[in-house]
């Protein structure tokens, strides 16, 4: 079993008689990718500022990166990084200069900050603009610059706010695959997201906060089998086969001009397994199969009873 990089008990913390966070528990296993989702005004960003030593907790108990975050304070700090959703970078300075900039405030060595800094400036494909004013770069280059600047201290664990807030497809795509490297590389990720597809893509586990609690957490593909609405979808080849498997499932709704069934399923494995295993003793043959389960929109529109509302 992993060592955990965040592991919170009973986290509160309220503004006058406004309760942000009422007894919140966390998990996050080191070299993973955790997401916290929630409605605006949920608590994430509260979350946050506590995990990352920016504002106090009122009470609970939490270990970040292995250490006490009241009592060590300082060294959670040099075991993370932070990454808002509104960019540090300098647009004045050049992209190396910026990252010389953080490994100065690091305090590394004018030969490392140089090693670290063009290290970094290869990996985020930045090596062609290092030489050019940070506000000369796109949305996509200036939040992987962002993103290396944090990467100077090689931390532990990152917390990633709205990483991707507007970027264009091919760039959020690119984000994430960095994102996922830094994972496949040991490092943990918390990360904050307005794009549900986004987690989806991305977490290993999601939890959803609302109104100060956590009301779930999972994998994506647990989450989505919380709600009513997945089918199984059997297509056959003539109407007979259709007929008997309605009548051997006795569920379901049949479709006689497509030939389609539509089996009501959390989609799991074994119910899978179950609805064909039932099929292939009466020797019903089908042609055709597919899953259907709700989308993350439809987990959090259900559970929080709010849209979301979009970055």
Same mark, same amino acid.
């Given at each position: 079993m992993k060592n955990l990089a965040i592991a919170a008990t009973g986290l509160r913390k309220s503004y006058g008689d406004k309760i942000v966070l009422d007894g919140v528990d966390l998990s996050v296993p080191e070299g993973t990718i955790f997401s916290l &989702?929630?409605?605006?005004?949920?608590g994430k960003t509260t979350t946050v500022q506590i995990l990352s030593t920016l504002i106090k907790a009122d009470a609970g108990t939490v270990r970040v990166a292995g250490h006490d975050l009241e009592a060590q304070a300082d060294d959670v700090r040099g075991a993370i990084g932070v990454t808002g959703q509104y960019s540090a970078v300098d647009k004045l300075l050049t992209g190396e200069e910026n990252l010389l900039l953080m490994a100065d405030l690091k305090h590394l060595s004018r030969r490392d900050g140089r090693n670290k800094a063009r290290e970094l400036l290869e990996k985020f494909d930045l090596v062609d603009a290092a030489g050019k004013p940070a506000s000369t770069y796109s949305g996509g280059m200036q939040r992987r610059l962002d993103l290396a600047m944090t990467l100077v201290g090689d931390p532990r664990l990152i917390f990633l706010d709205e990483p991707t807030t507007g970027l264009d497809p091919r760039s959020r795509r690119t984000m994430w695959s960095i994102v996922r490297d830094l994972a496949d590389g040991g490092v943990t990720i918390f990360l904050t997201t307005q794009y549900l597809e986004e987690a989806d893509q991305l977490a290993d586990r999601i939890a959803l906060l609302d109104h100060g609690t956590l009301i779930a957490e999972g994998t994506a593909e647990e989450l989505k089998r919380l709600i #009513?609405?997945?089918?199984?979808?059997? +297509?056959?080849?003539?109407?007979?086969?259709?007929?008997?498997a309605l009548?051997?499932?006795? =569920?379901?709704?049949?479709?006689?001009? =497509? &030939?389609?069934?539509? $089996? #009501?399923?959390?989609?799991? $494995? +074994?119910? $899978? +397994?179950?609805?064909?295993a039932l099929l292939d003793e009466r020797s019903i043959d089908i042609a055709d199969l597919s899953i259907h389960t709700p989308d993350?929109?439809? $987990?959090?529109?259900?559970?929080?009873? +709010?849209?979301?509302?979009?970055?």
């Open positions: &989702l929630g409605p605006n005004g949920a #009513p609405g997945g089918h199984i979808e059997l +297509r056959f080849t003539d109407p007979a086969g259709l007929d008997a009548l051997a499932l006795a =569920a379901g709704t049949p479709d006689p001009d =497509a &030939l389609t069934l539509q $089996v #009501p399923s959390d989609g799991s $494995v +074994r119910a $899978v +397994r179950e609805t064909l993350l929109d439809d $987990v959090f529109l259900t559970l929080t009873g +709010r849209q979301q509302t979009p970055a």
